[in-house]
């Protein structure tokens, strides 16, 4: 079956760090790759998504490509700020799926 | 801005009481889903639904049940809670192709003592 493996937490950044989350999946035919963020005592807001391979998803300066030959889609920032400390799930919905099939989750801490 | 909500936002109760715990889009999507969010933050599904009149359980058993008797509600009940069953809910919906996006309400954070 489908399945999401993404970096363990939690990870702890100071501000203007550059930021990288690795994600990769399993996963038959072209699935759809999301990142979805989860800030503190809230429910999960899309952050980026990608369609097909070698497609880049970008907002609020964050960005991930679809990667199909190594089977990944990273996120990245260049330069984090404060707020953006929350939880980052990376996720895949299989090709004619409806659900998500979601990785555990990884908890940003940036401190000033 | 996805217009999906749920309430109550927190709840405290004892041990054998009934509650449900509400889900409501203003989207129209037909597909819509509960999932129970641990302490260590992962995600299982425990309910989804395609339309109305139509439910079924997710990959995480649960005691739970839900009904969709209406496109834009999709309520969740424990008849008797307890304090394993303490827990974040969160409700999401999604429009009707495959491989689209899920919106997700702000959860429902419930204790049971």
């Known amino acids: 079956g489908d399945s999401v493996t993404q970096m363990e937490g939690p990870v702890t950044l100071s501000e203007e760090a550059f930021l990288t989350i690795n994600c990769t999946y399993t996963?038959?035919?072209?699935?759809?790759l999301f990142w979805y963020v989860q800030y503190p005592g809230e429910g999960l807001q899309l952050l980026l998504k990608a369609t097909k391979a070698d497609d880049k998803g970008s907002n609020k300066g964050f960005e991930a490509t679809y990667r199909k030959e190594t089977t990944s889609f990273h996120l990245e920032k260049g330069s984090v700020q404060v707020s953006d400390s929350a939880v980052y799930f990376c996720a895949l919905s299989g090709a004619g799926s409806y659900q998500l099939t979601f990785g555990k989750g990884t908890k940003l801490s940036v401190i000033p | 801005e996805a217009d999906i909500y749920q309430t109550p936002r927190y709840l405290v109760i004892g041990t054998g009481k009934k509650i449900t715990l509400e889900c409501s889009q203003t989207m129209g999507h037909d597909k819509m889903y509960w999932y129970q969010q641990d302490p260590g933050m992962e995600l299982h599904l425990i309910h989804y639904s395609y339309g109305v009149n139509s439910t079924e359980k997710g990959d995480l058993s649960s005691e739970s049940t839900v009904s969709r008797i209406r496109t834009e509600h999709f309520p969740l009940t424990l008849e008797s809670a307890r304090p394993s069953h303490t827990s974040q809910y969160l409700c999401a919906s999604n429009e009707r192709g495959s491989q689209e996006t899920q919106y997700f309400g702000p959860g429902t954070r419930l204790l049971v003592l």
């Open positions: 996963a038959t035919g072209y699935p759809s």
